[in-house]
């Protein structure tokens, strides 16, 4: 037999995945490794997926998707961030946020084409890269400036073979966030280098102490952008697998080629779920918002009294703990704690090497969760003399 793709054998498995399949090898472990909402979905929002079952749309839409879903993402962009993109020929929905970021990379990239992507990063996107015969350059974000992307950073990482760069803000896994005037100067530097970004916004709404902010806001470098959001956080509809895409028309057209041949189109009922999301479930949105919000603030102030320094995430639901007082690698702490106390959580350097000395954290999970597994991360602590 020949061998295969020499790129995906090559492929790190993730590091997420690596402690959460562990962990489920173990009872009584509390597990705060994967982003995903313990909250259910809304029930008026499965309900009009099942009543467009039962009337019988159970057919595949268009390429695009429903153009009555689109129209109202498109209305949802303009009310609630400020971004104007026609449903027509620059919305895209997608298989989950996934294939919004894989069907960008594969449409912009030429073989040898650098796309920059900032360290720590969410675990998919080198992938992403690699796979589209892309060559990732790295950018790393530090904790002392809140894991921000600096216009003096950007300028010096861009190179004649750059093609684009991938951000995340709300940024998995470190929760920073970048604001209006943290974008506003780094405009100059996209418009005269003319690379594209890649922005996977799908935390947008939980965005908890500050108004979100998008590159897609500025007029002068609105074409450059490929906005990549979602249902799966801010909606809790992770399984629903829906996504989308907003772009320029031309950057549109080719990204739907990908698109219409791999998917042909996003599952319908998670359409049709999708429209009675937008229409009526935003208070659902409120709601499990200042819950995490709360959870945030607990988890936050336990671990800074229990002696982990950490950064307070102004969005997402991750904390990005610095546990360099423990002497230990990421992967050790979280081998240890696992097999000590039986926490799961997830070390840094699944993000990327700048991750090291740090875990990620995830405050998805129920009050009553965090709590115990505090107590539990707390007796592991003073075990290291760590108080």
Not at 116 to 121: K, R
Request: hydrophobic share 40%; charged share 25%.
């Amino acid at each position: 037999m020949k061998e295969l793709s020499k790129t995906v054998q090559d492929l790190k498995p993730s590091g997420i995945r690596k402690f959460f399949d562990l962990a489920n090898t173990m009872e009584g472990v509390i597990s705060l490794g994967v982003g995903e909402p313990d909250f259910a979905t809304p029930w008026h929002i499965c309900e009009n997926a099942i009543e467009s079952m039962y009337d019988g749309k159970t057919h595949y839409t268009a390429n695009r998707g429903l153009l009555e879903l689109r129209r109202e993402i498109a209305k949802f962009h303009r009310e609630h961030y400020n971004q104007f993109y026609d449903p027509e020929d620059e919305i895209i929905v997608t298989v989950g946020g996934s294939e919004a970021i894989d069907i960008a990379m594969r449409a912009l990239i030429n073989p040898g084409d650098e796309i920059i992507v900032l360290d720590p990063n969410y675990v998919a996107y080198e992938p992403s890269i690699l796979l589209a015969g892309g060559i990732p350059v790295h950018i790393q974000l530090t904790e002392e400036k809140e894991f921000k992307l600096l216009p003096e950073d950007l300028k010096n990482a861009i190179t004649p073979k750059t093609k684009a760069i991938m951000i995340n803000f709300p940024s998995n896994p470190t929760g920073g966030v970048m604001t209006y005037e943290d974008y506003e100067k780094l405009v100059p530097i996209l418009k005269e280098s003319g690379i594209y970004v890649i922005s996977d916004e799908i935390y947008a709404e939980l965005s908890f102490d500050q108004k979100f902010a998008s590159l897609a806001q500025f007029k002068e470098v609105r074409d450059q952008i490929i906005v990549v959001n979602g249902f799966s956080k801010a909606f809790a509809m992770t399984g629903w697998r829906l996504g989308y895409t907003l772009s320029n028309k031309e950057v549109s057209q080719a990204m739907t080629k990908i698109h219409q041949y791999v998917i042909m189109s996003a599952p319908t009922a998670a359409q049709h779920a999708a429209i009675e999301a937008l229409r009526n479930g935003y208070t659902d949105v409120l709601r499990m918002k200042e819950e995490y919000r709360n959870r945030r603030n607990l988890l936050v102030n336990r671990l800074n009294r229990m002696g982990l320094p950490t950064h307070m995430p102004h969005g997402t639901f991750y904390v990005f703990a610095n546990i360099k007082k423990s002497g230990l690698s990421s992967d050790d702490f979280c081998e240890k704690l696992l097999s000590d106390q039986k926490v799961a959580c997830v070390p840094g350097t699944a993000f990327g090497e700048s991750g090291e000395g740090f875990i990620r954290i995830s405050y998805a999970y129920s009050m009553d969760h965090i709590k115990t597994a505090c107590d539990r991360i707390e007796i592991f602590l003073k075990k290291l003399g760590i108080e």
